[in-house]
């Protein structure tokens, strides 16, 4: 299961389009603000499927996560995260 944090979560619900390219998207396809973010999450759901993954990996894979979530907000309300992606950003 995947944490945000409340200010994405907050993003995401005032944003006016929200529409963000599957999961399996290769990275070169992805725009640049993204790509931290996706390469975080799709490591996270690796490792959650790898039957001998150990708890701390997936806890700093989730932490991985959080952080990559916050960067992207960060660019988000500083206005240079790609605006089709993002609505209002």
Known sequence: MLAFPSGFI????NATMVKLPPWDTPAWRLPRELRPFYAAVNRLRELEAKSGASPAEIAAARHAVAVAAVQL???VEA???TVR???RA
């Open 10 to 13: 907050k993003l995401l619900r």
């Open 73 to 75: 907000v960060r660019l």
């Open 79 to 81: 206005k240079r995260a």
């Open 85 to 87: 992606y993002f609505g």
